[in-house]
């Protein structure tokens, strides 16, 4: 973290705390049968558990589409045998720098990979038809999921 002190249209000096951080990847890993599977995992910052999108962070000199299969082995425990990549977004540039690709996998595979966190993480199969309620309710209210889940379900081509 760093914080920048600029100057202000109006001439006036401000600060601003900024968040360095590497990119990531965030997946929605559709099932065939008109699923998704998604993940329960506490998260500190906010202290509580929420309903994500897998995802995670791309490491040093890993490419996004390897990253995608990493973390889709380590948080769910399946390999994708098709990842497409529809895009990305900045997480929350008010104050990080974070850029997430976003990609869909299809054609999983049991294949898990052990990672440090995944005995924390609760695997959740849903109905792609009941992503607007659960965003609507408010369980679901992690950003960058609902952005990749309504990105998917806006293509229609799930």
């Known amino acids: 973290m760093r914080v920048d002190e600029v100057e202000m ?24 049968e008109g699923g998704v599977y998604l993940v329960r995992q506490f998260r500190l910052a906010v202290g509580k558990h929420l309903l994500e999108l897998p995802a995670g962070g791309i490491e040093p000199g890993e490419a996004p589409e390897a990253c995608v ?6 948080e769910i425990g399946m390999r994708p045998g098709k990842v497409e990549r529809l895009g990305g977004f900045y997480s929350a540039p008010g104050f990080t720098n974070e850029y ?3 990609f869909v996998a299809r054609d999983l595979h049991p294949d898990r990979l052990p990672a440090e966190d995944a005995e924390v993480i609760d695997v959740v199969r ?6 607007p309620r659960l ?13 990749g889940l309504m990105w998917v379900l806006s293509l229609g081509r799930v």
């Open 9 to 32: 249209p109006s001439g006036r000096r401000s600060t601003r705390e900024v968040v360095e951080h590497h990119d990531a990847v965030v997946v929605v890993p559709l099932d065939g």
């Open 69 to 74: 299969a990493r973390e889709l082995r380590e």
């Open 100 to 102: 997430l690709y976003l």
């Open 126 to 131: 849903v109905s792609l038809k009941e992503i």
């Open 135 to 147: 965003i609507a309710s408010g369980e679901i209210e992690d950003s960058k999921s609902i952005a």
